[in-house]
């Protein structure tokens, strides 16, 4: 299966958060909580095999999860 293309959720400046596919230019979804868009971007993840980034309202990496091909599994 070929690997999709990685989903960031982050704010989207206007109160509201955003899922977007890695070099979209639009987002994909725009949801008025973080936890409803944070599902959602894991939705999309797991359908593509890629990795999900979320970020906090300052832009930092909150969290990164991969739902694919881990580059680096854990031991056992």
Do not use: C
């Amino acid at each position: 299966m070929a690997k999709g293309k990685n989903q960031w959720v982050s704010p989207n400046g206007d109160g509201r958060w955003k899922v977007q596919g890695q070099g979209n230019s639009k987002s994909t979804a725009i949801y008025d909580t973080k936890q409803d868009v944070v599902g959602r971007g894991r939705e999309i993840a797991k359908n593509q095999s890629s990795e999900l980034f979320v970020k906090r309202r300052d832009g930092t990496i909150q969290k990164r999860n991969s739902y694919g091909n881990d580059p680096h599994p854990p031991k056992g």
